[in-house]
């Protein structure tokens, strides 16, 4: 098998010596016989591809949860003791939550994967000592390229010539510029967005024309090693998931603990063993929430159809209650804070500054504070024609719509549009007559046009190359001799503009007789154009709410420091210096062995810049570790590791890669950033709710829990039959928990900071409340029954019913003792809640339905147990309801108000 390859980087070596190791010849391509010998050895030239989530792993997905385990095994435990009916009854719940989760996210992976749009790609390459254009797939290393404007790189190349070509590498390194390229070799050390001499693959060609060596296709490119970076990446599981396997782990132990003891103290009564068994299975039933998974399943669910319309498109059902849970947004700056798109910002004339602020479609022309009809300035009409004069771009409207060409030449285009001045009619009265290509050594280009009789010269390039060859400046009287002040004090200008972000240009001129003349002598100067790819709109007032919620935003892009810090303050990051450190001053660092200083140094850090996807990754864990919960933002192939590690990615749905859509959470239709923070509100509003029906379901549980445990405790009859305790779960237990899902929340929820991520779902506090509540409805159930038994000289199965009517009365009107302390007794969160209103009604009506209903009532062994039976279990359920208003009120009197049924927050951390 034949060997190829460079022992060292590419880019480290002279172009012969990269075509000796790939045994390719540059004038004559490969041989279609070497080609397709290589296509065999290496294979097709094609990223692995992503595997849609299939329809059986998204149900598998919905019985991982141990909660669903602790049922299945009830459901088991039932049907070998013989009691089928409560068997298939769990069974249906199973169903109804599995199905319920199924359908949800299998509708979101079915839409995302229709934002995934897969087009065929070609490529030019010289084989056989000619040009072909073949499929893209079929690139082999070796392979000669030919690049020209529009092209899309398909491989890995180190280019062997280059002649004015330019790259738009944004997606792959986060620069939100052009790459100009040459073909010298580079040392080791050179990162990867320096690269000048290498053509990566997924990169656009802007500008020029050039060659390269293919040097590694597939997996084996860069933006190989990004999607097997994503693809490794381990994705955490979402703190609500967490959570509820943590109660789910209580309840198992608290549920054999407590079925053991009750049936082993019935045995020690004498009771029978097969009636023990049977009365722990009931307890399991009613230690278990049934309704927690479906209730859970379905607030989540009613988020994320939520979020759908607000144009989020939300993969995974817990990923808005995650969000919800954030105390870290990383974010990517180009294309996610900022447009990806060069505007014209600025303009440094000899006299005066000129801004160019957008205001919707328009832009406005201001100096010294003051709007400025951009053609009563004679010297700046003069840069406007030479930044349309020296241009190789086409745009086909003011707004920038662009046919093609480099970002800031279409810039200038789209604001001379703006200021009235067209290209096209422009050079109708200037006529081209040749284009100096931009040359990379002098770091400048020309055209020449012709004009009665004479030659006006057009050139731009970089401000220090331009100064260089100008002796004249354009003042207000005309040209003037250039000084060595002025050209000292422009180079200042210069370097405040840059240092403050801006990428700038310097715009030159010059009319001679020929127009053979030498286009970089005896310039004058005319301007110097200041450049930034602009905020979006929506992105500062969304950094400001994420601060009200106490969520730190914190940058990491590929760019450089500077542009990101002047983006990072316009955007309002941070809350007084911007602390900004770059990938050279971050190293090779371990998230886990990094040592104390540094680690605070970097906790600390506003802005990463010039960071590599490897880098972005290590970020992610680090912050993980210190305790945060990370949202990461980004559109590019750049950020997909990083995205698939944070416990939220959010891609953006309209300019984000494919690669960067797969490995997210949440993808943004519109790429408007306000919808994170609409999420987020979306999110802590599910966890609030999560808890108020949590500790709603579990006071429930454990009062059946206690009123079965303690009768058969003390010697009294089984008050309470697992079919009915079933049947009170699915129906006292479940509607008014899912109306409580529903409900709106703290209106001033995202004026909290975020809650603890190690916090759990039910605390202390709220264990209190669930054993305070579940022992008031206890007592009143179980005096209900003892009156019935002993006063009212009922039967047992009439008891039996009394106690059923009063635990089923008293549960409903447990649901106004999950209020908000320091709310009102009769306006609160719950009484504003319709649903809370109808569930009620619902329940009440199904409760009468299994009275009234032979069959139903013969199943679940209710009999009739007259009016003063009814009577009784009326006034005994109002005890609990009585119990927990009292102590909502001595907690609100004591200050506490926000302890129960609210939601406890904690500073952020770093």
Not at 580 to 607: H, Y
């Amino acid at each position: 098998m034949e060997q190829i390859g460079c022992s060292e980087p590419p880019f480290t070596l002279d172009p012969g010596d990269v075509a000796r190791s790939f045994a390719t010849d540059p004038s004559m391509g490969l041989s279609t016989d070497d080609a397709a010998r290589r296509l065999r050895q290496h294979g097709v030239n094609r990223l692995r591809q992503h595997k849609p989530q299939s329809a059986f792993a998204i149900l598998a997905h919905q019985f991982t949860s141990i909660i669903v385990w602790l049922l299945g095994a009830a459901a088991a435990l039932s049907l070998a003791l013989g009691d089928v009916a409560d068997a298939i009854a769990i069974a249906i719940v199973l169903l109804l939550n599995g199905a319920i989760g199924f359908v949800t996210e299998l509708r979101a992976a079915r839409s995302m994967e229709a934002l995934f749009r897969i087009t065929e790609v070609h490529s030019h390459v010289r084989r056989d000592g000619r040009a072909h254009e073949i499929d893209a797939r079929k690139l082999v290393p070796g392979d000669i390229v030919l690049l020209e404007a529009g092209d899309i790189v398909t491989a890995d190349l180190r280019l062997v010539s280059a002649s004015n070509l330019c790259c738009d590498e944004s997606l792959l390194t986060g620069e939100s510029t052009t790459v100009t390229k040459q073909t010298e070799k580079l040392s080791t050390g050179t990162q990867l967005a320096d690269r000048t001499n290498m053509a990566f693959s997924g990169t656009a060609v802007t500008q020029g024309l050039g060659t390269g060596i293919v040097v590694a296709t597939g997996m084996a490119t860069e933006l190989g090693n990004i999607s097997t970076l994503a693809q490794e990446a381990d994705s955490e599981a979402s703190p609500l998931e967490k959570r509820l396997d943590k109660l789910g782990q209580k309840l198992v132990w608290l549920t054999l603990a407590l079925a053991a003891l009750t049936s082993v103290t019935g045995i020690l009564w004498g009771h029978s063993i097969p009636e023990m068994l049977k009365t722990g299975v009931a307890l399991a039933v009613a230690a278990i929430p049934e309704g927690l998974p479906v209730v859970a399943t379905l607030c989540l669910a009613r988020g994320m159809w939520r979020m759908a319309a607000r144009n989020a498109l939300v993969t995974r059902l817990s990923a808005v209650e995650t969000l919800g849970a954030t105390t870290l947004i990383l974010t990517d700056k180009t294309g996610t804070l900022t447009e990806n798109r060069m505007t014209v910002v600025g303009y440094l004339l000899a006299e005066e500054d000129v801004e160019v602020h957008r205001k919707g479609e328009d832009q406005l022309f201001c100096t010294n504070g003051h709007e400025l009809d951009p053609g009563a300035s004679e010297n700046l009409v003069q840069a406007l024609n030479t930044g349309v004069l020296c241009n190789s771009a086409e745009i086909e409207d003011s707004a920038g719509s662009a046919r093609m060409g480099d970002p800031m030449e279409i810039a200038l285009l789209s604001v001379a549009a703006k200021a009235g001045i067209s290209k096209p009619k422009l050079l109708s009265e200037l006529q081209p007559v040749r284009q100096h290509a931009f040359d990379p050594l002098r770091k400048m280009m020309a055209t020449v046009h012709s004009h009665n009789g004479r030659y006006r010269y057009a050139v731009k390039g970089a401000p220090e190359a331009i100064l260089d060859v100008s002796n004249k400046v354009l003042g207000k009287d005309g040209p003037r001799d250039m000084t060595e002040a002025d050209r000292a004090e422009w180079l200042a200008r210069n370097e405040r503009a840059a240092r403050s972000g801006q990428r700038l240009l310097a715009l030159a001129q010059k009319v001679a007789a020929s127009g053979n003349d030498d286009p970089y002598e005896g310039l004058t100067l005319v301007a110097l154009v200041c450049f930034l790819d602009p905020l979006r709109e929506d992105v500062p007032a969304a950094i400001s709410d994420s601060r009200k919620a106490g969520v730190r935003v914190v940058m990491m892009t590929g760019d450089h420091a500077d542009t990101a810090a002047k983006i990072a303050g316009d955007a309002g990051l941070g809350t007084g210096e911007l602390t900004v450190l770059s990938g050279r001053d971050l190293g090779d660092f371990d998230p886990q062995t990094l040592d104390p200083d540094r680690r605070a140094l970097f906790l600390e850090t506003d802005i990463f810049a010039r960071v590599a996807p490897d880098t972005k990754l290590k970020l992610v864990s680090l912050f993980q570790n210190s305790g945060n919960v990370v949202a990461m933002t980004g559109d590019g192939v750049n950020d997909a590791p990083a995205l698939r590690k944070a416990d939220i990615g959010i891609a953006m749905g309209l300019r984000g890669t494919q690669v960067a859509r797969e490995a997210s959470d949440i993808i943004l239709k519109d790429d408007d950033f306000a919808t994170i923070v609409a999420a987020m509100r979306q999110g802590r509003t599910i966890f609030d709710n999560i808890r108020k029906f949590v500790v709603y379901l579990m006071s429930c549980n454990v009062s059946e829990v206690l009123i079965v445990g303690i009768a058969v405790g003390i010697g009294l009859p089984v008050p309470l039959l697992p079919l009915q305790i079933l049947f009170l779960n699915l129906v006292t237990d479940v509607f008014p928990a899912f109306a409580l899902g529903l409900g709106r929340g703290d209106p001033g929820i995202m004026r909290q900071p975020p809650r603890d991520p190690r916090e759990p779902i039910i605390d202390g506090a709220r264990w209190g409340m669930i054993a305070l509540l579940g022992s008031a409805i206890t007592l009143a159930t179980l005096t209900a029954f003892a009156l019935a038994l002993f006063h009212l000289d009922l039967k047992s199965d009439q008891a039996v019913t009394v106690a059923f009517l009063t635990l089923a009365m008293a549960q409903l009107w447990n649901v106004f003792n999950v209020r908000q302390a320091s709310s009102g007794i009769l306006r609160n969160d719950v009484t504003r809640n319709g649903y809370v209103w109808g569930a009620l009604l619902l329940c009440l009506g199904l409760i009468a339905l299994a009275m009234e209903q032979p069959d139903l009532a013969e199943r679940l062994g209710l009999l009739w147990p007259g009016l003063n039976g009814l009577i009784l279990a009326g006034a005994a359920s109002l005890l609990p309801l009585c119990v927990g208003q009292i102590y909502l009120a001595f907690v609100a009197r004591q200050g506490r108000g926000r302890k129960i049924g609210s939601d406890d927050r904690l500073k952020p951390r770093q």
